[in-house]
């Protein structure tokens, strides 16, 4: 059964016009992450949240926002999308509770954006 | 600041040879340790992780990794690799107590068979 769960898996958007892609949990995790992944390259962490806490990256353009409304869901928004932002975006979860209670990070399937 | 690093960005190995990618991290607090790997149009893959205990750990398809916290350094292993090991590698590490998860740069090994 998936567990982290990326919605739609293919998006494509015009230059220039907001996009949401959304993702959703069911294991309960209280972390949940949005990454940009290009060609050959590595997963770049857009910001994370902790419970409610957002914690942006220092380099993620402001064009990227996110929206958390509770556990189970979470949102990448792009504001104006350029064709630089064509990309695999990964949304993960993982749990924090302290010493001997953490997990590895569950990546759903990806959103794969086109910008045309 | 967190930070990973990989210090092979692409490595070309034989079959049968064996395998050592190196990865760094700097973070005084407690981290927990992964690595990934991609095979080509594929998803991430978790290897083998580390949260505690035994330094020495092992994955699947005959990895292994091992943390040294002197070192900050968690390199993975591999003694025999195979042409179907030929893939992305990433080490992770990951803020034991905010939860802030980042990636190496990644290393690319191709097998020759």
């Known amino acids: 059964d998936a567990m982290v769960i990326q919605n739609p898996r293919y998006q494509v958007t015009q230059f220039g016009k907001p996009v949401t892609l959304s993702c959703s949990q069911t294991?309960?995790?209280?972390?949940m992450y949005w990454y940009q992944q290009k060609s050959s390259q590595a997963p770049k962490l857009l910001f994370h949240?902790?419970?409610?806490?957002?914690?942006n990256e220092a380099d993620t353009p402001d064009n990227f926002q996110s929206r958390r409304p509770n556990t189970s869901f979470c949102f990448l928004d792009i504001r104006s999308p350029g064709l630089g932002d064509a990309a695999m975006y990964l949304c993960a979860t993982s749990r924090v509770r302290g010493l001997g209670m953490n997990t590895e990070a569950f990546f759903g399937q990806g959103t794969r954006l086109t910008v045309v | 600041a967190q930070s990973v690093s990989q210090h092979n960005h692409h490595v070309i190995l034989s079959e049968a040879a064996s395998l050592e990618l190196g990865c760094n991290y700097s973070y005084g607090g407690t981290v927990n340790l992964f690595w990934y790997v991609q095979y080509p149009g594929q998803h991430l893959q978790l290897l083998l992780k580390?949260?505690?205990?035994?330094?020495l750990v092992k994955g699947i398809k005959g990895f292994e990794a091992e943390f040294i916290k002197s070192k900050f350094s968690f390199n993975l292993r591999k003694p025999s690799v195979q042409w179907s090991d030929t893939a992305e590698y990433f080490c992770?590490?990951?803020?034991?107590?905010?939860?802030?998860?980042?990636f190496g740069q990644g290393t690319t090994l191709q097998v020759k068979p």
């Open positions: 580390y949260f505690s205990g035994d330094p």
């Open positions: 294991l309960n995790h209280n972390v």
């Open positions: 949240y902790y419970d409610k806490d957002f914690n």
């Open positions: 992770a590490v990951k803020d034991g107590n905010t939860g802030k998860l980042i």
